[in-house]
Nanobody, 122 residues
Framework: QVQLVESGGGLVQAGGSLRLSCAASRGDSSRYAIAWFRQIPGEERKFVAAINWSGGSTTYADSVKGRFTISRDSAKTTVYLQLNSLKPEDTAVYYC???????????????WGQGTHVTVSG
């Protein structure tokens, strides 16, 4: 089992950057695909990016391609989401999630972090 903790959120100006971290506090994180989702209160969580920790495959939502980059450290204990060229519409609570396979569906992920808030000012 894996427990995930997000960090790195904050307030930035449009065009700025943030680096979010998803750290595994316990368990074997190398066995899970890790995804990032984001959510505006009252709405469903939307897929952002994911990485398969076994195969090294990555995928991104069309809205963030070319701006966001998902990666992992060499020990496979932490997954990062680099957010560049941020836009006001990127404002949301960002969550990381772990699952058995890489997927765009939130329902297929079993482990979730507590979320970290990203606010982008215009």
């Amino acid at each position: 089992q894996v427990q995930l903790v997000e960090s790195g959120g904050g307030l930035v100006q449009a065009g700025g950057s943030l680096r979010l971290s998803c750290a595994a506090s316990r368990g074997d994180s190398s066995r899970y695909a890790i995804a990032w989702f984001r959510q505006i209160p009252g709405e469903e969580r939307k897929f952002v990016a994911a990485i398969n920790w076994s195969g090294g495959s990555t995928t991104y939502a069309d809205s963030v391609k070319g701006r966001f980059t998902i990666s992992r450290d060499s020990a496979k204990t932490t997954v990062y989401l680099q957010l560049n060229s941020l836009k006001p519409e990127d404002t949301a609570v960002y969550y990381c999630a772990g699952g058995f396979t890489l997927s765009l569906r939130a329902a297929l992920y079993n482990f979730w972090g507590q979320g970290t808030h990203v606010t982008v000012s215009g």
